[in-house]
């Protein structure tokens, strides 16, 4: 768990593949988060996986966020 006052990388970003692959080389549980800009419900959950990340993950969980042109809610 995140301690107060630490600093903490929320989320990397994957803007291409060997980012990508980069990724899933690391340790521990990898949630992806591919969302569209201009998409409500898509904006709406960065901000509560933000929230699982610092409650829970601390180094155990990994999160990522993919930008995508399209968003099938």
């Given at each position: 768990m995140a301690k107060k006052g630490q600093a903490?990388?929320?989320?990397t970003e994957i803007n291409n593949d060997d980012e990508w692959e980069k990724f899933l080389q690391r340790e521990g549980l990898l949630l992806i988060d591919?969302?569209?800009?201009w998409?409500?419900?898509?904006?709406?959950?960065?901000?509560?996986?933000?929230?699982?990340?610092?409650e829970f993950g601390g180094?155990?969980?990994?999160?990522?966020?993919v930008k995508s042109m399209y968003c099938t809610d």
């Open positions: 903490v990388q929320l989320q591919v969302y569209s800009e998409c409500g419900p898509c904006s709406g959950m960065a901000a509560n996986l933000k929230k699982i990340k610092l180094d155990v969980l990994q999160l990522a966020i």
